[in-house]
Each structure stands twice: as structure tokens, then as C-alpha cells.
């Protein structure tokens, strides 16, 4: 696609449950990132992907947070048993392999209830 | 650790007048160097960003930034400011070693004034 693509937009979960969010980066690109946006808050980094190498997934908050992706296209990102602290917005990210400059999609918003 | 500060969380500034968001970065080397901006329910757009090179870099919507490789900055500059300016505003820098992960300072939130 032309862009990186996250879905769903919006998202209103209850505290306990598991979600999932997606992202599909922009075609070509190797390297993929998540990112965490909480309210009046800059960006933290979760995990990062890059071809086949192992992740880096420093900065993953708890073992509640997974993230998986197939080969060199779609990634999801679990929340299990949701906290009301989980609530952000997800953005996710894609680059060129080597490159440093990402490109962001419109983020996904988590609400937790 | 590396970190990205910007001391200013909020900004205003009245329409047709200049405007400096400031950051300053704390890494071991130069890192690359960006500018994002953040409307409100909008994702994250480049304005610009350093590599190397000229210190001075051009970016979309007028703006541009000065690296200051004494100081450890990278500030954003637009001499004169639109309604449509008002955003957020994040640097971020990628370390040049290992992982391109981006470290974001917390953003500073620019208001407006008609």
C-alpha cells in the first residue's frame, strides 16, 4: 500500500480481555516498530523487527505484551489481560533496510474500560 | 542512557510571529536527527530530519533546523507562523549503531493565537 496501515482505528476493550492490533507496513520495508503514545505523552518504544533477525524487544512493558510478524509484511501486536493503564494510542512504523527514516501509520486508540 | 529533552511543553505564539521549539539530545555520538509533527487524532508527519552534512536543513511547511553539534541540539525554526501550525511537536533521534530505534522527546504543544 502507500502507506503504513494500522486497524482497527479504535479500540474499546474491557479491563481482563485480550486484543489485537495490526499493522501493515509499506511494501518493501524490512524493518517494523511499535510504539506507545499515552495520553499528553511522547513515544515509547515496544519492539522493533528487522528481516529475520531476532526482535528487540526492550522496551515491551510486561510479559502481557507480544508481537509477532510474518516474514516481511503484517505484524500484531497482543495485549492480554488488558489494564486500564494500557489505554494509548499504537502507532506503528516501517523503514528500508539500513534506513534510518520510518514512516508512521495513523496509530491505533486503545481504550481500556 | 540516551535521551531527547524538550523543555518547552507548551508554546504560544500569536500568527505572523517567529517561532523556536527547542531539543536537545544526549548520545555519545551524533545520531540522526528528526522532526515530527502531530495533529490532533492524526498520525505522525516528517517535517525534516539530519543526517549530515550542512547543519542548516529545510523541511516541508517552511520550517527548518539548526544542528549545534556543541551544544547537543537540534532546534526547529519557522519565521513566520500559520493558524495551521498549531500541533505537537516531537524531535526524535535514531542511534547509528545497532537498532534504528527512534527516541522521542515528550513533544511540545504549539497554540496559536489569531
Redesign the interface.
Known sequence: GAGVSQSPSNKVTEKGKDVELRCDPISGHT?L?W?RQRLG???E?LI?F?GNSAP?KSGLPSDRFSAERTGESVSTLTIQRTQQEDSAVY?C?S?LAG?????????TRLTVV | AQSVTQPDIHITVSEGASLELRCNYSYGATPYLFWYVQSPGQGLQLLLKYFSGDTLVQGIKGFEAEFKRSQSSFNLRKPSVHWSDAAEYFCAVVLTSGTYKYIFGTGTRLKVLA
Open positions: 524493518a516498530y510504539y505523552q511522547g513515544l518504544f522493533y528487522q528487540d502507532l512504523a523503514s534506513r534510518a527514516e520510518a514512516f508512521f501509520g495513523q496509530g
